[in-house]
């Protein structure tokens, strides 16, 4: 897969990109190499991936604790203190080796660490490889409200390399797709029918063009004032969804994929419903996200609560929600106001 140029950093892809970062190594002289691992990745990838480090230069392993939980600025704290103590300076570099929560956070630390360091993100799974590591975003949670905290930032460079799929799981694999099918309907249908017909393309190919298509949104949006907003499609209520499941404890925590894939539902239902978004491609939507995930019945005394979550999601403005939705597939309406009651009829819409 050749070399995808992103608006500051390139994006590099197996073995070249190995050498792009030994290059990179030695061009800026790092005095310090950290690598922010939890304890999955620190067990089935950092040994994948040492061996293709090539430099003489000191490493320092920092590991965190996996999971949506500790991403927030507690986590930072304890990286930022590790880092310290470890002798780490302007001149150190970070690299990120794991999921979302390892890029987002890790990304956050270096731009804030001494006004920031250099970092490089190397995903480890398939929905950080198609979209936490890419287009600049950083930053953790605030409790439960999704990536509250943060700023854009830019790592040197993003390695992609698809073997670490094979130390996620099944799981993991079906939360990335859920971004791919957001890419699929809000710009390229050609990803979204692959999927539907379950023969799909190689997923080096979905990777690839996933990763192209948010970058070529990303430079023509990089501060997300308009096209960008595409991609929270399904985020909006698939985040107040995520939180929700996230703060209960009487039930089980959602991936963000599965999350999402409820709420892209549920926004295909509102803009059916307000855009006249058509209705065999609703139903179209429903029937692909119930083919690959599990149905979670909502219940409908949780509907207060998740709610209460959408009025604290970072794209509101004045206190009004905010949703992106679509008169038809690659075609996109923004900042559309939604009441509360075609919100809770989309989640009814969802559980039958």
Request: hydrophobic fraction near 40%; charged fraction near 25%; charge should be negative.
């Amino acid at each position: 897969m050749k070399t995808i140029q992103a608006v500051s950093y390139p994006v590099h892809f197996q073995d070249k990109a190995y050498k792009e970062l030994s290059s990179l190594i030695t061009k800026n002289g790092y005095s310090t190499i950290f690598i922010l691992v939890d304890e999955n990745t620190f067990e089935h990838c950092y040994p994948k991936f040492i061996p293709n480090l090539d430099s003489e230069k000191r490493i320092e392993v920092i590991e965190i604790e996996s999971g949506e939980i500790n991403k927030n600025i507690e986590t930072c704290i304890g990286v930022w203190n590790a880092i310290t103590e470890l002798g780490g300076d302007r001149k150190s570099l970070l690299i990120t080796l794991g999921g979302g929560v390892i890029t987002d956070l890790g990304g956050f630390v270096a731009s804030c660490f001494k006004r920031g360091i250099d970092f490089v993100n190397i995903p480890t799974t398939l929905l950080s490889m198609v979209d936490a590591s890419v287009g600049g975003k950083t930053g953790v949670d605030l409790g439960v409200l999704k990536n509250q905290i943060g700023l854009f930032s830019n790592p040197e460079m993003v390695i992609v390399d698809v073997d670490f799929l094979t130390t996620v799981t099944e799981r993991e694999i079906k939360s990335g797709m859920a971004e791919i099918i957001k890419y699929g309907v809000t710009y390229d249908i050609k990803l979204f029918k692959e999927i539907k017909k379950n023969k799909g393309l190689h997923i080096n190919d979905l990777i690839f063009r996933s990763i192209e298509i948010k970058n070529e949104v990303v430079l023509q949006d990089p501060k997300e004032k308009n096209l960008r907003k595409i991609l929270n499609f399904g985020h909006t209520i698939g985040h107040a969804i995520e939180s929700f499941y996230l703060e209960s404890e009487d039930k089980k925590n959602l991936t963000h994929g599965e999350a999402i894939a409820i709420g892209m539902v549920c926004e295909s239902y509102i803009s059916n419903k307000l855009l006249n978004f058509p209705e065999t491609k609703l139903n179209e939507i429903k029937e692909v996200v119930l083919s690959i995930y599990d149905r979670i019945n909502l219940l409908k005394e949780d509907f207060a609560g998740i709610m209460e979550l959408l009025k604290h999601d970072k794209k509101n403005v004045n206190g009004q929600v905010n949703f992106v939705l679509l008169n038809d597939y690659e075609n996109h309406k923004l900042d559309c106001k939604v009441t509360e009651d075609l919100i809770v009829d989309s989640m009814e819409f969802y559980n039958f």
